[in-house]
């Protein structure tokens, strides 16, 4: 069956600006997490959705924002966009067995 | 706040040679333990998952045992090949969200 879908794969966007980044995640998977990746922070949870529902959230600005789709499938926003915020953007999702299965990635450039 | 700690940060070894990862963590409490193995500028594929009831997993060449009651985790890695050259991630999953390690790079050299 297929994977879990990021798109898109690359992104570069100006300092004030926003993004969509979006995620599908494997079919019957109900649960979608997403995860901030650089060299000097490691993986960061920035938060789940289950069911449409957020369900819990990691420490970041409320710039970071995201929701989900009756299909499971996943967008994260950020908005008013900052250089740190250049990085991967990793989304998981998971079935009843809580195994997760990641997808190749987001990588935003902000410049 | 849990807190998952991998040594080494790096590991380079000739093929063929067995290995071993660890992986510590802080607070016991969790719902299970997963490894991941990451190569560059790519997203995390899954090697094994433990859930917390369990010791031990086995998968082919790769073997993951967890003693949560002292908060650790080790991957062993039977005759490494340079296929198996990534960085290496094990995370905690305490129910509310994953904890990741920093990895574990490891370079298998021909």
């Known amino acids: 069956k297929a994977g879990v879908t990021q798109t898109p794969r690359y992104l570069i966007k100006t300092r004030g600006q926003q993004v969509t980044l979006s995620c599908s995640p494997i079919?019957?998977?109900?649960?979608v997490s997403w995860y901030q990746q650089t060299p000097g922070q490691g993986l960061q949870f920035l938060f789940e959705y289950f069911s449409e529902t957020q369900r819990n959230k990691g420490n970041f600005p409320g710039r970071f924002s995201g929701r989900q789709f009756s299909n499971s499938r996943s967008e994260m926003n950020v908005s008013t966009l900052e250089l740190g915020d250049s990085a991967l953007y990793l989304c998981?999702?998971?079935?009843?067995?809580?195994?997760?299965?990641f997808g190749q990635g987001t990588r935003l450039t902000v410049v | 706040k849990q807190e998952v700690t991998q040594i080494p940060a790096a590991l380079s070894v000739p093929e063929g040679e067995n290995l071993v990862l660890n992986c510590s963590f802080t607070d016991s409490a969790i719902y299970n333990l997963q490894w991941f193995r990451q190569d560059p500028g790519k997203g995390l594929t899954s090697l094994l998952l433990?859930?917390?009831?369990?010791r031990e997993q086995t998968s082919g060449r790769l073997n993951a045992s967890l003693d949560k009651s002292s908060g650790r985790s080790t991957l062993y890695i039977a005759a490494s090949q340079p296929g198996d050259s990534a960085t290496y991630l094990c995370?905690?999953?305490?129910?509310?969200?994953?904890?990741f390690g920093t990895g574990t790079s490891l370079t298998v050299i021909p």
């Open positions: 998981a999702s998971r079935g009843v067995n809580t195994e997760a299965f």
């Open positions: 079919s019957g998977h109900r649960s």
């Open positions: 995370a905690v999953n305490t129910g509310n969200q994953f904890y």
């Open positions: 433990i859930q917390s009831s369990q």
